[in-house]
Nanobody, 124 residues
Framework: QVQLVESGGGPVQAGGSLRLSCTASRSTLSNYIMGWFRQAPGKEREFVAGIKWSPYYADSVKGRFTISRDNAKNTVYLQMASLKPEDTAAYYC????????????????????WGQGTQVTVSS
């Protein structure tokens, strides 16, 4: 497993932007699919975005959010733009060891390592 620490959450007004960061303890992050999930109060945790070599997104954030990674810094980012009140949630970083193949994992159970979460609150 890999240890993950998220940062960058906070309050923001609707229409604004925010960038989340997730730093991993392992130095070979390139062998991991990294994902971002979110969980709003009273709702199940849902997939937001993932990346190994190419990014992929949930329909609800496509065109507004951008996931990227810097393997040299062991960090994955989630740039969020045009934020809406419905984006309010705790955002979690996740990792899955995937050294071979092209996969687009997007289920919570697909990922074995998780961060503690960072809260994003979007006000209208």
């Amino acid at each position: 497993q890999v240890q993950l620490v998220e940062s960058g959450g906070g309050p923001v007004q609707a229409g604004g932007s925010l960038r989340l960061s997730c730093t991993a303890s392992r130095s070979t992050l390139s062998n991991y699919i990294m994902g971002w999930f979110r969980q709003a109060p009273g709702k199940e945790r849902e997939f937001v975005a993932g990346i190994k070599w190419s990014p992929y997104y949930a329909d609800s954030v496509k065109g507004r959010f951008t996931i990227s990674r810097d393997n040299a810094k062991n960090t994955v980012y989630l740039q969020m733009a045009s934020l809406k009140p419905e984006d309010t949630a705790a955002y979690y970083c996740a990792a899955r060891y995937t050294p071979y193949g092209v996969h687009y994992y997007n289920r919570e159970t697909d990922f074995g390592s998780w961060g503690q979460g960072t809260q994003v609150t979007v006000s209208s």
